[in-house]
């Protein structure tokens, strides 16, 4: 119907040419029939008509992609995936956004680095810099005695003896950091840095996670506008909080008012999770997104602060059979909310919707409410992250035994085990 009507009226403008284009927006919201037809009107449309569909990433109709005369991607539609799994194309994105706004109202000085400066996390030994480089970094060597990163790694060493073996272990001296060759710097101490800067700034503080002052470790361009993983609603809803009040002239924006817009927007974020619909569980009890989240960013960041340290640390997992439907309907609804992100083993991959054996990680709204290195890590099973189990945490020179029951509630998102007789 719609391109009959588009012929009609093309034809008594004069433009039989002309092209039309359809956007139909939150496509999870619409019946199942009118979500299919348009699935299957992908292939074989009129050269004048366009169509958008928003979906979500793991939306049940878009089963009907598998089927053997539906359209391919790449020929007949373009996927185009809103959530990055990776740092630079949203952090790119947050800029462009973050400038344009402020250009628009008038401030000065609009470069992103400029108006939220640097990030904690950042490292001149990855090919940043800039002109303030000398700051941060004497004698352009981010690990020279006294400089920030330098500062870091020493202050750990003092009061984690696991990480005082770890450099041992790695032959590194760090009253001679500043003999090390880049490539050296880069073998040894680049993979563990943002490792480094959050385990030590929870070690030498005791600071509690979840504390809201603890956001000012995540402020800075980089890490501010990595956050977001390029969810245009996230980042509109953080930079009216960033930029709120400010009327032009030359206004840097102050690491307190980052830390509030990021908790603004974690809370926000938190918000939606605490709506998503619980799913039933066999024993009559329900499981909760809220609570899913919880388990698998608390699993994280005892690994990343608390445990002896290392530099296999995972920060993503691989969904495996150990885990119940249940998780599996919670990690769905997440995936489509921007909780978990997708990191897709091509490019081009969209989320299957069965999950087992594919890879995600939290989205990095997060890191700062649990206190987590905004960087992609190595993997591991859903089920092994999501297990009680007893633990030894190390604080400074005292131990602490935690044992977790059985009774836990994370067993909630595990398979029962039934033993033969």
Same mark, same amino acid.
């Given at each position: 119907?719609?391109?009959?009507?588009?012929?009609?009226?093309?034809?008594?403008?004069?433009?039989?040419?002309?092209?039309?284009?359809?956007?139909?927006?939150?496509?999870?919201?619409?019946?199942?029939?009118?979500?299919?037809?348009?699935?299957?009107?992908?292939?074989?449309?009129?050269?004048?008509?366009?169509?958008?569909?928003?979906?979500?990433?793991?939306?049940?109709?878009?089963?009907?992609?598998?089927?053997?005369?539906?359209?391919?991607?790449?020929?007949?539609?373009?996927?185009?995936?809103?959530?990055?799994?990776?740092?630079?194309?949203?952090?790119?994105?947050?800029?462009?956004?973050?400038?344009?706004?402020?250009?628009?109202?008038?401030?000065?000085?609009?470069?992103?680095?400029?108006?939220?400066?640097?990030?904690?996390?950042?490292?001149?030994?990855?090919?940043?810099?800039?002109?303030?480089?000398?700051?941060?970094?004497?004698?352009?060597?981010?690990?020279?005695?006294?400089?920030?990163?330098?500062?870091?790694?020493?202050?750990?060493?003092?009061?984690?003896?696991?990480?005082?073996?770890?450099?041992?272990?790695?032959?590194?001296?760090?009253?001679?950091?500043?003999?090390?060759?880049?490539?050296?710097?880069?073998?040894?101490?680049?993979?563990?840095?943002?490792?480094?800067?959050?385990?030590?700034?929870?070690?030498?503080?005791?600071?509690?996670?979840?504390?809201?002052?603890?956001?000012?470790?995540?402020?800075?361009?980089?890490?501010?506008?990595?956050?977001?993983?390029?969810?245009?609603?996230?980042?509109?809803?953080?930079?009216?909080?960033?930029?709120?009040?400010?009327?032009?002239?030359?206004?840097?924006?102050?690491?307190?008012?980052?830390?509030?817009?990021?908790?603004?927007?974690?809370?926000?974020?938190?918000?939606?999770?605490?709506?998503?619909?619980?799913?039933?569980?066999?024993?009559?009890?329900?499981?909760?997104?809220?609570?899913?989240?919880?388990?698998?960013?608390?699993?994280?960041?005892?690994?990343?602060?608390?445990?002896?340290?290392?530099?296999?640390?995972?920060?993503?997992?691989?969904?495996?059979?150990?885990?119940?439907?249940?998780?599996?309907?919670?990690?769905?609804?997440?995936?489509?909310?921007?909780?978990?992100?997708?990191?897709?083993?091509?490019?081009?991959?969209?989320?299957?919707?069965?999950?087992? =054996?594919?890879?995600? *990680? #939290? $989205?990095?709204? +997060? /890191? %700062?409410?649990?206190?987590?290195?905004? !960087?992609? =890590?190595?993997?591991? *099973? #859903? $089920?092994?992250? +999501? /297990? %009680?189990?007893?633990?030894?945490?190390? !604080?400074?020179?005292?131990?602490? *035994?935690?044992?977790?029951?059985?009774?836990?509630?994370?067993?909630?998102?595990?398979?029962?085990?039934?033993?033969? *007789?």
């Amino acid at each position: 119907m719609a391109t009959a009507a588009i012929e009609i009226f093309n034809r008594a403008v004069g433009q039989e040419d002309h092209q039309w284009a359809l956007l139909f927006d939150e496509m999870e919201l619409a019946p199942t029939t009118i979500v299919e037809a348009l699935l299957e009107a992908m292939r074989g449309l009129p050269e004048n008509l366009l169509l958008k569909l928003s979906i979500s990433p793991v939306q049940p109709e878009l089963a009907r992609l598998n089927l053997p005369y539906a359209g391919v991607h790449g020929q007949d539609f373009d996927l185009i995936q809103l959530t990055y799994a990776r740092q630079n194309h949203a952090v790119e994105l947050g800029k462009r956004m973050l400038e344009a706004e402020a250009r628009r109202l008038g401030i000065k000085g609009s470069p992103a680095a400029e108006l939220l400066g640097r990030s904690v996390f950042a490292s001149f030994d990855d090919g940043e810099g800039g002109r303030d480089r000398a700051e941060h970094a004497p004698r352009d060597n981010p690990y020279a005695a006294n400089g920030d990163l330098w500062k870091r790694y020493k202050s750990l060493a003092n009061v984690d003896e696991s990480f005082r073996l770890w450099l041992r272990g790695k032959d590194v001296d760090l009253n001679e950091l500043e003999r090390l060759s880049p490539v050296a710097r880069a073998a040894k101490l680049r993979k563990v840095r943002n490792l480094v800067v959050v385990r030590e700034n929870y070690r030498r503080s005791n600071a509690a996670r979840r504390s809201r002052k603890s956001y000012a470790l995540y402020t800075g361009a980089d890490t501010v506008l990595t956050i977001c993983d390029g969810n245009p609603r996230l980042l509109t809803a953080l930079l009216g909080q960033l930029l709120s009040g400010a009327t032009g002239g030359d206004n840097k924006i102050s690491r307190s008012a980052q830390s509030a817009a990021v908790d603004s927007v974690i809370r926000r974020f938190f918000a939606l999770i605490s709506s998503a619909e619980a799913v039933p569980l066999r024993s009559g009890r329900v499981a909760s997104l809220y609570d899913l989240v919880h388990r698998i960013g608390e699993a994280f960041a005892e690994r990343v602060v608390e445990e002896e340290f290392s530099d296999n640390v995972p920060l993503r997992f691989t969904v495996d059979r150990g885990v119940n439907s249940a998780t599996i309907e919670l990690l769905r609804l997440g995936i489509n909310m921007g909780v978990f992100v997708h990191i897709p083993k091509r490019s081009d991959a969209r989320v299957p919707l069965a999950l087992f =054996g594919e890879h995600f *990680r #939290l $989205s990095y709204v +997060l /890191a %700062p409410y649990f206190g987590l290195p905004v !960087r992609l =890590g190595p993997t591991v *099973r #859903l $089920s092994t992250l +999501l /297990a %009680p189990r007893s633990k030894t945490v190390k !604080r400074g020179i005292q131990k602490v *035994r935690q044992a977790e029951s059985p009774e836990d509630q994370y067993v909630l998102f595990l398979e029962p085990r039934i033993e033969r *007789r």
